[in-house]
């Protein structure tokens, strides 16, 4: 019987996002395609460094522990635009490191975002923008992993710890919009006259839904993940989020409603293993203490090249 993937939280993850490989990335830009693959190929035996998907990838697959290998809850594959030739190196490094990772695509330049619903994806991480943005077309929670200093990609944390931003990452961009487009008094009595209106569900919405479930299954105190809500709302704004939370029947474990302080303090005391933000201001910050990760959104784009 074929292995199900259903019902598993789903990561797929470009060699790119897991380990450092910035320096090969450079050679491909300046030199072209051969040259790079030339280098890996020579390379193959070279050890890698951890990247910054790294401490979220090797932390999530801890929670397979608690399962039996039937009941497995964390899938993690390789998806990369890398042919199969130079793939060695990656999975050497892989097993140098012991991650529990056995399934990998190795596409040769065809676009990732059409394998992304056959693997049952429900997260991608990529260092490559058009990746990202042709994943959130297809419908699937991804991100722009962000470089990252070497030394927050171990973490010592017993539990994975994943923190969310709340307009256009975990709910739609409708109301980042208004305040983008008509300030901050316009955002405010928007927010107040629809308290009772439920936020869209943005293009994480359906992660946290998923981490729910495998939350569900342990006591509330003994849960091996983590989430938080950080965003720059404060009151009265933060009444719908609450109320939309409620209503989506998943809780977060920690919020944070800043009013639009920094949030890089805050995530650093976290611990978080990955923040999802869609604004430069905060991961410019962020991605200094946390592994931190861009969620891109055309509109948003659109509305601020506009300006």
Known sequence: MAYNIYNKLVIAISSRALFDLEEENQIFEKNGLDAYYKYQLENEDKSLKKGTGYRLVENILKI???FSSDER???VIILSKNNAATSLRITNAINDLKLDIIRSAWTSGTNISNYLK??????????????????????????KILPSNENIHNSSNNQVRIAFDGDAVLFSEESELIYKNNGLDAFIEHEKLNKDNPLEMGPFAKLLLTIAKIQAKFPTDKSPIRTALVTARSAPTHERVIKTFNLWGVRVDEAFFLGGT???EILQAFGADIF???QDVHLNLSSNVVPSAK?????????EKNK
């Not at 260092?127 to 991100?143: F, P, Q, R, T, Y």
């Open 64 to 66: 397979n522990s608690f």
């Open 73 to 75: 809850q964390v899938e």
């Open 118 to 143: 056959a693997f049952k994806v429900d997260l991608f991480l990529s260092a490559d923008d058009n990746d990202v943005l042709n994943a959130i077309e297809n419908g699937v929670a991804a991100a």
């Open 262 to 264: 920094d949030k890089y």
């Open 276 to 278: 999802f933000d869609d």
């Open 295 to 303: 969620v891109l959104n055309k509109n948003i784009m659109l509305s």
